[in-house]
């Protein structure tokens, strides 16, 4: 059975990636290699993919975020993000994920392969006898063992370089402000407090930092001139976090005695630009960005991210998202259900609410409760999202972006949406039910206030009630259980046409033939009588006291709302026509 019911979604992979992640994806999904893609063909191919799978070449910009309409995840085969814009792709709820160990140790051998090439000059010996030489005594070079290695950045890359260096007989200080000291220690790894004794020590010294603000230019000209003369340096981390022109002056100099650089701040280098010269330079060992170039990386890495390209398009979470929560795969399982529930809850709110007619959409603070078995959940993103999603999307079509747990958060503080959550486990505060989530809208003069809002006409005109509804699931299946002072019995699905009326006989017939004259089916109806239960309600201590609360006074308690499950869309003159010629006392269409 195909994973997708529709076309399979497409993939785009502009960079070499190893096969064995991409077959993975092959027999569900629509792979499209497009190797040494321009900026400009891939800003215009971009809107028919749904996910991106790069290397660290291809620049994900802010433009091509918001040019990539269908585009769900931004999936990096390696660490380093920084040629995503991730800032952007967390507004547009496009989910990055990496694979943050996949490469490491192919990282650190390689740092340590261009140490010892460079202690015993051998990409000059080499090239020399390649040249038909014989030059022995010309490429005399330094043993590593006994000599201090100085590491910036005690991170994974760092601290596995930090353990073959130990093997290797080094002494390694190292400079992390944020590193465990324990980790240190167990490595036999001394931690230095400040960069200016990491700098003194070293005889070689090793940067393992991400480039990011603290780290840009990290080691300047200032910071070569502290090295001891004659020691060497090494960049495997990333371009800029040394200093370009700072590293050729200090080897034009003849103050360090060699640089090992992998990585520069434009790749591959602009002709004659300082980051070129340093190439050029004699004592610079180099290599083109080739750290996490061994079969094994690469084939962990295209794994790793394929991997989580799958869960994504299935709907799942990602293990290693770079900006979405991490969610235990176990208990994401157990919030599925639930997530579907509150997105309807938040759908059928703002339809019955806020934009039918009489409704307003005044009223922007809510409590979301959950209370039972579903309150014991931790982490309830999932849930915040789908609210977030229900809420706005009747009303906006979220301009192509794609509320999630990626910006679910940024998307309601720009709409001025705030959310508190409340979980409560004692059983006894959610009637029959195991689960009960509910969904409160604060009154907007009295956010803070726990009445009931005396004049709020919102779908049902003239009838005092508060803004609340509650659902639970039944298996896998989303249940409103209560709708305003309603208790309630019914799926959220499909269209369905919301009438409050007086509960007297003949009023079913009557809703029936109107409906009846305009085309429209009924596949189902159901009535929802006022509860006895839910006379008031505005926080869990209101839901707690409503639970044994007073019963309605007459008439209202011989309300009813009349839910009736119809097979299309039902336009506004119906629906005013069942209030006028039906004497219903409100009527709402909602599409769920
Ligand atoms: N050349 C390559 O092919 C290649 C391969 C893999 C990783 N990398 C790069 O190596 C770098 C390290 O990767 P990692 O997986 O070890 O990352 P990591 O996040 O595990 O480690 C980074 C460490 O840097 C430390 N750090 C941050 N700011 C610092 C500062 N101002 N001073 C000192 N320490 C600071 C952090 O505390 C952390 O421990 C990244 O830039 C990554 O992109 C390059
Ligand atoms: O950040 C990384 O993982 C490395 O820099 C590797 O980059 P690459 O995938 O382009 O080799």
Same mark, same amino acid.
């Given at each position: 059975m195909p994973l997708f019911k529709e076309a399979p979604p497409k993939v785009l992979v502009p960079e070499?990636?190893?096969?064995?992640?991409?077959?993975?994806l092959r027999s569900s999904l629509d792979v499209e290699e497009r190797k040494g893609l321009s900026p400009e063909e891939l800003l215009e191919i971009i809107p028919t993919y749904e996910a991106l799978l790069v290397r660290s070449e291809t620049k994900v910009t802010a433009p091509v975020l918001r040019a990539a309409r269908n585009l769900k995840v931004v999936a990096r085969a390696g660490v380093g993000v920084d040629n995503v814009d991730v800032e952007e792709a967390t507004?547009?709820?496009?989910?990055?994920?990496?694979?943050?160990?996949?490469?490491?140790?192919?990282?650190?051998?390689?740092?340590?392969?261009?140490?010892?090439?460079?202690?015993?000059?051998?990409?000059?010996?080499?090239a020399s006898l390649k040249e038909g030489k014989w030059e022995r005594s010309k490429f005399v070079g330094v043993e590593v063992k006994g000599k201090i290695l100085g590491i910036i950045g005690l991170g994974k890359v760092g601290l596995t370089v930090a353990r073959l260096a130990k093997g290797l007989g080094m002494t390694v200080n190292a400079l992390d402000p944020y590193a465990s000291p324990a980790v240190a220690a167990s490595a036999s790894v001394t931690l230095v407090s400040s960069l200016a004794e990491l700098l003194a020590s070293a005889?070689?010294?090793?940067?393992?930092? $991400?480039?990011?603000?603290? *780290? /840009?230019?990290?080691?300047?000209?200032?910071?070569?001139?502290q090295m001891k003369p004659g020691a060497r340096i090494l960049n495997v981390a990333r371009g800029g976090t040394i200093d370009e022109v700072a590293l050729l002056a200090a080897l034009e100099s003849g103050h360090l005695g060699g640089a090992a650089v992998d990585v520069f701040t434009s790749e591959p280098p602009v002709p004659e630009s300082t980051a070129a010269k340093l190439i050029a330079h004699p004592r610079a060992v180099v290599t083109p960005h080739l750290g996490a170039s061994t079969v094994e990386a690469q084939e962990n890495v295209s794994v790793d991210v394929c991997e989580q390209v799958l869960e994504i398009l299935k709907g799942l979470l990602p293990r290693s998202a770079v900006n979405a929560p991490i969610i235990l795969p176990e208990e994401y399982q157990k919030l599925q259900p639930f997530v579907r529930l509150v997105e309807k809850i938040g759908s059928l709110y703002t339809q019955?609410?806020?934009?039918? $007619?009489?409704?307003?959409? *005044? /009223?922007?603070?809510?409590?979301?409760?959950?209370?039972?078995e579903v309150a014991s959940i931790n982490n309830t993103k999932p849930l915040f999202a789908a609210l977030v999603k229900g809420l706005l999307s009747p009303i906006s079509s979220t301009e192509g972006i794609n509320i999630n747990i990626v910006n679910a958060e940024l998307v309601a503080r720009e709409r001025g949406i705030f959310?508190?959550?409340?979980?409560?486990?004692?059983?006894?505060?959610?009637s029959s039910y195991s689960s009960l989530v509910t969904l409160v809208a604060r009154p907007p003069s009295r956010a803070s206030s726990r009445a009931p809002a005396a004049t709020d006409t919102g779908g049902a005109p003239q009838v005092q009630h508060q803004r609340i509804i509650s659902g639970t699931c039944s298996g896998d299946q989303p249940l409103i259980t209560r709708l305003g002072r309603f208790e309630a019995s019914f799926e959220p699905q499909g269209t369905l046409l919301i009438c409050e009326n007086?509960?007297?006989?003949?009023?079913?017939?009557?809703?029936?033939?109107?409906?009846?004259r305009e085309g429209v089916n009924i596949n189902f109806m159901t009535v929802a009588p006022v509860s006895p239960k839910l006379a008031v309600g505005g926080n869990?201590?209101?839901?707690?006291?409503?639970?044994?609360?007073?019963?309605?006074?007459?008439?209202?308690?011989?309300?009813?709302?009349?839910i009736l499950g119809v097979d299309r869309g039902v336009s506004h003159s119906v629906t005013s026509d069942l209030v006028k010629e039906g004497g219903v006392l409100s009527a709402c269409a909602v599409t769920l």
């Amino acid at each position: 059975m195909p994973l997708f019911k529709e076309a399979p979604p497409k993939v785009l992979v502009p960079e070499k990636l190893s096969p064995d992640g991409l077959a993975l994806l092959r027999s569900s999904l629509d792979v499209e290699e497009r190797k040494g893609l321009s900026p400009e063909e891939l800003l215009e191919i971009i809107p028919t993919y749904e996910a991106l799978l790069v290397r660290s070449e291809t620049k994900v910009t802010a433009p091509v975020l918001r040019a990539a309409r269908n585009l769900k995840v931004v999936a990096r085969a390696g660490v380093g993000v920084d040629n995503v814009d991730v800032e952007e792709a967390t507004k547009l709820g496009i989910v990055v994920v990496n694979s943050p160990s996949g490469n490491i140790g192919a990282a650190a051998e390689h740092t340590i392969a261009l140490m010892m090439s460079m202690a015993r000059k051998i990409p000059e010996g080499c090239a020399s006898l390649k040249e038909g030489k014989w030059e022995r005594s010309k490429f005399v070079g330094v043993e590593v063992k006994g000599k201090i290695l100085g590491i910036i950045g005690l991170g994974k890359v760092g601290l596995t370089v930090a353990r073959l260096a130990k093997g290797l007989g080094m002494t390694v200080n190292a400079l992390d402000p944020y590193a465990s000291p324990a980790v240190a220690a167990s490595a036999s790894v001394t931690l230095v407090s400040s960069l200016a004794e990491l700098l003194a020590s070293a005889d070689f010294l090793t940067i393992h930092t $991400p480039l990011i603000a603290s *780290t /840009r230019g990290m080691i300047a000209e200032a910071e070569l001139a502290q090295m001891k003369p004659g020691a060497r340096i090494l960049n495997v981390a990333r371009g800029g976090t040394i200093d370009e022109v700072a590293l050729l002056a200090a080897l034009e100099s003849g103050h360090l005695g060699g640089a090992a650089v992998d990585v520069f701040t434009s790749e591959p280098p602009v002709p004659e630009s300082t980051a070129a010269k340093l190439i050029a330079h004699p004592r610079a060992v180099v290599t083109p960005h080739l750290g996490a170039s061994t079969v094994e990386a690469q084939e962990n890495v295209s794994v790793d991210v394929c991997e989580q390209v799958l869960e994504i398009l299935k709907g799942l979470l990602p293990r290693s998202a770079v900006n979405a929560p991490i969610i235990l795969p176990e208990e994401y399982q157990k919030l599925q259900p639930f997530v579907r529930l509150v997105e309807k809850i938040g759908s059928l709110y703002t339809q019955h609410y806020a934009t039918a $007619p009489g409704g307003s959409m *005044t /009223r922007n603070t809510f409590d979301l409760i959950y209370q039972g078995e579903v309150a014991s959940i931790n982490n309830t993103k999932p849930l915040f999202a789908a609210l977030v999603k229900g809420l706005l999307s009747p009303i906006s079509s979220t301009e192509g972006i794609n509320i999630n747990i990626v910006n679910a958060e940024l998307v309601a503080r720009e709409r001025g949406i705030f959310i508190s959550e409340q979980h409560s486990r004692d059983p006894s505060e959610h009637s029959s039910y195991s689960s009960l989530v509910t969904l409160v809208a604060r009154p907007p003069s009295r956010a803070s206030s726990r009445a009931p809002a005396a004049t709020d006409t919102g779908g049902a005109p003239q009838v005092q009630h508060q803004r609340i509804i509650s659902g639970t699931c039944s298996g896998d299946q989303p249940l409103i259980t209560r709708l305003g002072r309603f208790e309630a019995s019914f799926e959220p699905q499909g269209t369905l046409l919301i009438c409050e009326n007086y509960d007297s006989p003949g009023k079913i017939g009557v809703v029936g033939s109107i409906l009846g004259r305009e085309g429209v089916n009924i596949n189902f109806m159901t009535v929802a009588p006022v509860s006895p239960k839910l006379a008031v309600g505005g926080n869990i201590e209101d839901i707690k006291a409503t639970k044994d609360g007073p019963a309605s006074a007459d008439p209202a308690s011989k309300e009813a709302l009349m839910i009736l499950g119809v097979d299309r869309g039902v336009s506004h003159s119906v629906t005013s026509d069942l209030v006028k010629e039906g004497g219903v006392l409100s009527a709402c269409a909602v599409t769920l």
